[in-house]
């Protein structure tokens, strides 16, 4: 049976006829390490088949995920940053900002849109962590205030997805004010009875954490979600201790009071539609 056996000694293939995977075919957990197929991973929206855990992803992926047959219509998309300060660190904000609007695609780090999901029209401001951090600055404030406009003049629910390394330091105060500015429009959404739903993915810290993203009806979020202020290390360092082990994760942080519960994404759209029918 010469057709096991190789007979010819040093065959070459030549470069031409090799074939490689192309670039994003398979996935590997950074959890358990587990290889699967994209295409798999995609339909586990975007978490492990094996330990679950969940990969971040922003905003077109929660969008695609939630809005029915993944249609939707995005508000203020062309608006960007100015340099109302002119700062400059290693390089002008100016040119910083335009470098990661070529890098990501995205014009900063939230976007906003409104559409249906399983039928129920509903508003979504969604965090990119790949635009700076995911650092909220003017724009993300004044998307967020207006996206909360739309929802109050049109009745419909509220759902913020934080992912955010906190205040935009670029912007220093103008970055702080959109606390207070985020705050009072939410405050209005209570006063009108109209739903909103704070989802807190990985990362949520800083500014964010201290304002919006803690403001919900309802405060959820994913497994594994590492939520908190200021970031471990700092604490560490300013306390002298070490810290409890797990802090600052989501299900540390649902433990001691600060969530309502953890929702896996693959129920998420199902979680989601069921509060807003329930706060109606």
Known sequence: MSWFTRKDKGILTPTE???????GLWYQCPSCKKVMHTRE???FAWTCSACNYHEKIGSQDYFELLFDQSRYTEMDAFMSSGDPLKFEDTKRYPDRIKATEKKTGLKDAVRTAHGKMNDVDVVIAAMDFSFIGGSM?????EKIARAIDYSLKHKIPFLMISKSGGARMMEAGFSLMQMAKT???LALLAEAKIPYVSLLTDPTTGGVTASYAMLGDFNISEP???IGFAGPRVIRET?????PKGFQSAEF??????LDFIVDRKDLKDKLTALFNMLK
């Open 17 to 23: 006829a090799k074939r490689e995977a192309p670039d």
């Open 41 to 43: 991973h995609r339909l």
């Open 137 to 141: 600055g003017s724009v993300v404030g």
């Open 183 to 185: 705050s009072a429009k």
């Open 224 to 226: 594994g979600a590492l």
């Open 239 to 243: 306390i002298g201790k070490d810290l």
């Open 253 to 258: 942080v649902l433990e001691h009071g600060f």
